[in-house]
């Protein structure tokens, strides 16, 4: 079973930056596409940044393009999200998730098609 642990959230002013990480421990990290979700306040988990398993694509919803940066370093079983240019609407508890299977590179932006979640951490953006 893995287990995923999420750190670096905060609170910054608007148009900072902040960088989240994920470490997993438990099962083989490799060859498992990984992602990045986040629940805004009063509001459903909504899907925010992707990778696939060889960490060659990345894959963001629209209203963080250009601003997050999504990677993964599989010798230290940790994935990252580069954050800049941080909005108040950017405010959210982010959580890092894991595909329910190996090599599985679709779908990366439905919550049912991921089986392991952190508990999250929180990002506050001041205005």
């Known amino acids: 079973q893995v287990q995923l642990v999420e750190s670096g959230g905060g609170l910054v002013q608007a148009g900072g930056s902040l960088r989240l990480s994920c470490t997993a421990s438990?099962?083989?990290?490799?060859?498992?596409?990984m992602a990045w979700f986040r629940q805004p306040p009063g509001k459903e988990r909504e899907f925010a940044a992707a990778?696939?398993?060889?960490?060659?694509?990345?894959y963001y919803t629209d209203s963080v393009k250009g601003r997050f940066t999504i990677s993964r370093d599989d010798a230290k079983n940790t994935v990252y999200l580069q954050m800049i240019s941080l909005k108040p609407e950017d405010t959210a508890i982010y959580y890092c998730?894991?595909?329910?299977?190996?090599?599985?590179?679709?779908?990366?932006?439905?919550?049912?098609?991921?089986?392991?979640w952190g508990r999250g951490t929180q990002v506050t953006v001041s205005s």
């Open positions: 998730a894991q595909k329910i299977r190996q090599y599985y590179n679709s779908d990366y932006d439905l919550l049912k098609k991921y089986d392991t």
């Open positions: 438990g099962r083989t990290f490799n060859n498992y596409a």
């Open positions: 990778i696939n398993w060889s960490g060659s694509n990345g």
